[in-house]
């Protein structure tokens, strides 16, 4: 209904996360409200009985509903979601098959009063006068900082080299393209996965723009900070953002760029429904604004490889052989049948003779990281007899081994260190063997082979950040490299099979990814900067590796995937509840060309799974349906909770 005599209507989304009420709900504006109501500003409604908080989607004066409640009160004139966050926000709950208030609660900070009230300090334009540092010495990297330097929306995936060393400055290479975009007039987003890689960006973001210039946008901050931060990019004060998983919302202006580090990190994986992943979300905003989109990494995923393939993104990557010049030398410990006839145990020992040559050769001009996938002492244990799972006797979780000052004691993650002896219930046996070795086992095996050497641990919960230049062996699991400060002489990434065990569909992407991030942290060759990896050398990802060929690797991953019918070549949608509810869903699957389903199979108490896959290109309409069946159990009160998910980042 639309007429003069129509107030004025606020189209709100109550924060209700209720599958069947994911609509806007119409609320009357009072006169007392128009001085300070808009588009994107919080209000408080009346909804079923109950204030809740909401945010104004539309003002106009048009209403379905016979006699509309007026709004309660506007919280705050700041408009924290304009239209187009909106539309993001929607079309990400769309796609992901979640409702609007769960994506709003992963792009809006709660609100903090404080911080509005606060004074607005000045902030300075970024200074972007200096020259690119990083990205022009790639291929068709000019073209694309020249498009962004006039506005263009133009998209790139980025591989540098994985090397301690210019070439592999991924955080010059960001703000190379951030400065273009920049000059240009148009706002930037710079995405990272965690604390460490922010830590980064920001120091040299400092340097090269100025201080106070961008804004980060962390969990960590805390409350004030993060809102305060927020307030900054949606009043216009600030045109630059970096910032973790949460930032991809960022209500900047006119977005000319969003930039994702190391794009297939699973920290971009948002864990709270509807589970969507930055990088998607990311190309989603890239192609809905018109903005510049630059996913890089040193790994490269299959997602990226099938954007690439289809000529949606332009790589910009050096031929392999100059990759290969430029980075450190890699090698596997038992590629070649010489280390086996001078070590005929080096293919199955954990530290073969080659790993004390290359400890050796690069403890004599600096640093050495050893890679160890497990932190501890004896992360896992089995009997020594029958090879059975050592578990609690209590709880049935896995006992580890942890070194203490009266030896190793068998500790339970639940019930605390086991009171007595163990004993195998299978075969009687006492003895126990550690098919994996942790962080703490190893430094004390090198530590006797290298006792004037100093040994630096490092793992998550107990992390080292930085290392000096001075010789040492720095072990640590993946994602917890101390970095060093003029790069480590030489790496040795221990247990390759471990990371490529997991039940994971992504295992060797993922071992990849962690062991290039390694390399990166080495000298260039031409310096002596060597990396070896203990494992099979038939491996692909090992192969992969040896001849820094990340991009390559995706390739193939991505022709696998499309033969096996697996994500990015397929959607995915796993839907888990009672058996009747997933039953019932054969009614909204069925019709969708190309759907196949998988199950329903049981995983605990009347919890069951079903898979569906279907062609990409009828994935709204498989989405869609299960959506509709989510809320209308919602709208009906169904006994049993049901849980939607799409295109998870862990398929196992």
């Known amino acids: 209904m639309t007429s003069p005599d129509v107030p ?27 001085a300070t109501v808009a588009v994107g500003v919080r209000v408080r409604v009346r909804f079923a009985g109950k204030l809740r908080d909401g945010y104004v989607l ?66 300075p334009d970024p200074d972007t006068s200096q020259p690119a540092q990083v990205l022009l010495g790639y291929p068709g990297a000019e073209r694309f900082l020249a498009a962004l330097g006039a506005g263009e929306g133009v998209r790139a995936a980025w591989t540098p080299v994985p090397v301690f060393a210019p070439p592999g400055d991924w955080a010059a290479g960001l703000l190379d393209a951030a400065a273009a975009t920049l000059s240009a007039g148009r706002g930037a987003i710079l995405m990272v996965p965690d604390a460490a890689a922010m830590a980064v ?22 409350p004030a900070a993060r809102y305060r931060n927020y307030l900054a990019v949606s009043r216009g004060d600030v045109r630059c953002v970096l910032g973790t998983r949460g930032a991809v919302f960022a209500p900047v202006a006119d977005l000319g760029l ?18 969507p992943h930055v990088r998607e979300v990311a190309a989603l905003r890239a192609s809905r604004e018109g903005s510049g989109l630059l996913l890089a990494g040193y790994g490269r995923t299959a997602e990226v490889a099938a954007l690439a393939a289809r000529g949606w993104l332009v790589p910009v990557d050096l031929p392999a052989r100059d990759i290969r010049r430029l980075g450190p030398a890699v090698r596997a410990a038992t590629d070649t049948d010489r280390a086996l006839e001078r070590d005929p145990h080096a293919r199955g020992a954990r530290l073969p003779h080659d790993v004390f040559t290359v400890l050796r050769a690069g403890l004599a001009s600096g640093p050495v990281l050893v890679q160890v ?30 070194r203490g000052p009266e030896g190793v004691t068998l500790t339970c993650a639940s019930c605390g260190p086991l009171p ?69 002489a030489a790496a040795v990434l221990l247990d390759a099979g471990v990371l490529l065990a997991r039940p994971d569909l992504r295992a060797g992407e993922e071992a990849l990814r962690r062991w290039l991030e390694a390399s990166a942290l080495v000298r260039a060759a031409e310096l002596g900067g060597t990396v070896l990896i203990v494992g099979e050398p038939t491996e692909r990802a090992v192969q992969a590796l040896v001849r820094l060929d990340a991009a390559g690797a995706a ?62 290109e009828r994935g709204a309409e498989l989405v869609g349906g299960m959506k509709a069946l989510v809320s209308e159990r919602s709208a009906r009160k169904a006994p049993g909770a049901v849980r939607l998910r799409v295109d998870p980042q862990s398929v196992g």
């Open 58 to 123: 539309a003002l106009d004066h048009s209403t379905d509903v016979a006699a509309p409640a007026p709004l309660e009160r506007v919280l705050s004139p700041e408009v924290v979601m304009p239209p187009a966050t909106a539309g993001l926000v929607r079309a990400v709950a769309d796609h992901w098959g979640g409702t609007f208030s769960d994506v709003v609660r992963l792009a809006i900070p709660p609100r903090h009063a404080t911080s509005e009230a606060a004074s607005r300090p000045r902030r």
């Open 258 to 275: 969003i930039a994702v580090w190391d794009e297939g990190n699973d920290a971009y994986a948002e864990p709270r429904a509807p589970y």
């Open 201 to 222: 960006l920001t120091a040299q973001a400092s340097a090269r723009f100025g201080e106070g210039s961008f804004v980060t946008l962390t969990a960590d901050l805390g």
């Open 420 to 488: 007595g002896p163990w004993r195998c219930p299978h075969c009687g046996d006492t003895r126990l063997r550690a098919p994996q070795v942790g962080v703490a086992r190893t430094a004390e095996e090198l530590g006797r082979a290298f006792p004037q050497t100093a040994v630096v641990q490092s793992w998550s919960g107990h992390r080292v950040e930085t290392v000096g230049a001075a010789p040492a062996l720095i072990l640590a699991t993946p994602g917890a490299e101390p970095r060093p400060e003029a790069g480590y």
């Open 373 to 402: 996938p497990r932190a501890g002492y004896a992360p896992r244990l089995r009997c020594q007899t029958c090879r059975a799972a050592a578990d609690c006797p209590t709880c049935g979780l896995p006992l580890r081994g942890e």
């Open 8 to 34: 004025l209507i606020a189209h709100v989304a109550v924060d209700v996360a209720l599958p069947h009420l994911d609509r806007p709900f119409d609320y009357v504006v009072t006169p007392a409200q128009t």
């Open 555 to 616: 390739a193939r991953e991505l022709t696998e995937r499309e033969q096996a019918h697996f994500p990015p070549a397929a959607r995915l949608v796993l839907l888990e509840g009672p058996r009747a509810a997933l039953e019932d869903a054969e009614a909204a699957w069925r019709p969708v060309a190309g759907a196949e389903h998988f199950g329903p199979i049981l995983l605990e108490d009347d919890v069951w799974r079903l898979t569906l896959r279907c062609p990409p």
